[in-house]
T-cell receptor
């Protein structure tokens, strides 16, 4: 069974640009969550989608948005990039509401210059 | 605001040593506490704890939760170099879904 796939693996952008990250969950999984990981703040919850609906949301500004498609693939968009958005963005999928069944992807490393 | 604090920040041990990692939390609407191991990028699941005082074990790793004192510990006995990683504690919060609040992690380095 293929794992959680995130693309691209690495990304370099400049301030003010926007970026879209993609996450393909494990086949059959309907929940996709996004996390931001930085050395200073650790792993922080961005949002969770379940069956194309946002089910939970973290405390990030509106520049961070996401969506989920009918095939459960999810995208995360960050507009007007700031230097502080440089981070590892991790996606995790699960079949429903069992956190012990949460599987993480290898992330997208975003660098904002 | 929900808060999860891990200690120590980092530690260096030698193979065969025992390590104890700490995790304390202050959250509303606690549902469970989870431990993850992060070696490169993708955290991998270790334990999920929901009940106080019941130890969970997997090989050389074990963990226990104290819901009265709001903390958990993760023990690793007879450490090996392959145990070198960042260990993350997370608390599941909220009424539904998979929303985890993570601690800052403990970086463990096991020297041969």
């Amino acid at each position: 069974k293929a794992g959680v796939t995130q693309t691209p693996r690495y990304l370099i952008k400049t301030r003010g640009q926007q970026v879209t990250l993609s996450c393909s969950p494990i086949s059959g999984h309907r929940s996709v969550s996004w996390y931001q990981q930085t050395p200073g703040q650790g792993l922080q919850f961005l949002f969770e989608y379940f069956s194309e609906t946002q089910r939970n949301k973290g405390n990030f500004p509106g520049r961070f948005s996401g969506r989920q498609f009918s095939n459960s693939r999810s995208e995360m968009n960050v507009s007007t990039l700031e230097l502080g958005d440089s981070a590892l963005y991790l996606c995790a999928s699960s079949s429903g509401t069992r956190p012990e069944k949460l599987f993480f992807g290898s992330g997208t490393q975003l660098s904002v210059l | 605001e929900d808060k999860v604090v891990q200690s120590p920040l980092s530690l260096v041990v030698h193979e065969g040593d025992t390590v104890t990692l700490n995790c304390s939390y202050e959250v509303t609407n606690f549902r469970s506490l989870l431990w993850y191991k992060q070696e490169k990028k993708a955290p991998t699941f270790l334990f999920m704890l929901t009940s106080s005082g019941i130890e969970k074990k997997s090989g050389r790793l074990s963990s226990i939760l104290d819901k009265k004192e709001l903390f958990s510990i993760l023990n690793i006995t007879a450490t090996q170099t392959g145990d070198s990683a960042i260990y993350l504690c997370a608390v599941e919060v909220g009424a539904a879904g998979n929303k985890l609040t993570f601690g800052g992690g403990t970086r463990v380095l096991v020297k041969p």
